[in-house]
């Protein structure tokens, strides 16, 4: 998976992915996009555009779901999303904001912050991370 990931962040279309490894476009975008299951993440999937909207007029972009949801590993609690911002946020903007999504999407949202993050720490969400 990290590898169609680092294809694709390398400028390789979909389709040229997917003839490398044996599949089909849509199936690779499949891959590249967020598709979790169960109820949390029916409630992110439903609401991706709005989510997207609140997020790029807050200034953060790059939405990609991280932690259980994202893996599939234990019971989600909340959406944990990794955001890409310019400068982290203050901490009352970023609350405000985690309060924005997760009144779109219905559920608790906890947003992390790549600036903000220790290289080990973004090392293991990156590994994990999915795009919304």
Not at 15 to 33: F, T
Not at 53 to 63: C, D, I, S
């Amino acid at each position: 998976m990290q590898a169609i990931r680092d294809a694709s962040d390398a400028g390789l279309s979909q389709r040229q992915i997917g003839a490398a490894i044996g599949r089909s476009q849509p199936e690779v975008s499949r891959m590249l996009r967020f598709q979790g299951s169960g109820p949390l993440a029916h409630q992110l999937r439903s609401t991706r555009q709005q989510v997207l909207r609140v997020l790029a007029e807050a200034g953060a972009g790059q939405p990609r779901v991280v932690g259980p949801l994202a893996t599939g590993e234990g019971k989600p609690s909340s959406v944990d999303l990794l955001i890409a911002v310019d400068s982290p946020l203050e901490p009352a903007r970023l609350r405000d904001l985690e309060r924005q999504v997760a009144q779109v999407v219905g559920a608790d949202v906890q947003l992390k912050q790549e600036p903000a993050l220790d290289p080990d720490t973004r090392a293991r969400l990156d590994s994990e991370a999915i795009r919304l």
